[in-house]
């Protein structure tokens, strides 16, 4: 084994004998590299999950508390949403034992219970609200929903200057589904003209991934839609993404910074075996979750320049027939960068809101 510069590769040769009519020999030489960087062997990082790994997975799942706890509305408004009267709701309730926040738009002019979105923000620098969520208001008709905006853990929710924090440390796709959850449970205990049978979810790069997760988590949802985020973190890109990370070098991908925070570097330092690690990876991979995905969307650039157009190729791989997966071929990661994906997350929302899924 050599090692430079923290990257080491150990060659394990192969020599068979083949023995030829003519008396002749050759010999055929096998050669299978392992990859050891900062110490950590990545052929067993990234083998392909084993069915007992994705069934201890759905297991913590299932027995993680998400339950809404020490609800208390903190903040009221009432605005115009495209051309409706809406009324926000920011929320105070605890999950995993720290203060988590989040937003909950409601209609003013209901007749009867309308479906719920829970939209779920990209980046890392939490959400806020007339720059994220408002400028999409008429283009998806966002007001006939109840709309549910968590900020994840260690994060603010921003609204017309005033900051509302989160307690905790970002978790990135594992604490941000439990936040997301349990503000939708405290949507389903505390507003009545929430129809919990109506259900979507929809996020952008970091809360695209998330979106996912939350639908795979919650047969609630009917409903999942995903733009431009990480699917797998087995696969080729999201290998480089962590192998460069192990040696010190963070690419800006949204959560990435604060997962080689929790969970990299511990495994660099021995305080995280491989066992947990690829658990963690499992925990943050939707594809290999895919067939209990809902009816569903993903955009993705066929050139973006952050996260490459392969996740949603994996995605769309592995995803049910039910669930569609758009490539586009204009550069961009924003939602309004990629033509008629709006017009398709709508139409898909319309068929929600119709009862039709």
Known sequence: MKRAGGYGVAVLLVLGTVLIGCGEASTGLTIEEERIVAGVDLNQLFAP????????????????????????????????????????????HTV???????AVVVPDTLIEQVPVLVWLHGGEEGVRLETDVWPLADSLNLARFVLVIPAFRGETLAYQGLLFPTEGTPDPWKGDVADALALLNVVVQQVPAADTGRIAVLGIDRGATT???????DARIRVAIGVAGLTDFFGDFMQQVIEEALLGTVRPVPGLQAFTDRVLVPLREGQLSIAEARLALLRRSPVHFADLLPVGQWHHSQNDPFIPASEAERLKAAGPAWF??????????????????????????????????
């Open 96 to 102: 995993n034992g720290q203060r988590h926040v989040g």
């Open 49 to 92: 999950p084993t069915p007992q790994e994705r069934q201890q997975v759905l297991d913590d799942w299932a027995g993680q508390d998400v339950a809404a706890r020490d609800m208390q509305a903190v903040a009221q408004a009432s605005f115009r949403l495209g051309n409706l009267p809406v009324t926000m709701t920011i929320w105070h």
């Open 324 to 357: 569609q997966v758009f490539l586009y071929e204009e550069a961009g990661y924003e939602l309004q960068d990629l033509p008629n994906a709006l017009a398709r997350i709508r139409m898909l929302l319309d068929e929600l809101e119709a009862g039709a899924l």
């Open 211 to 217: 979106a996912l997760l939350m639908a795979v988590r």
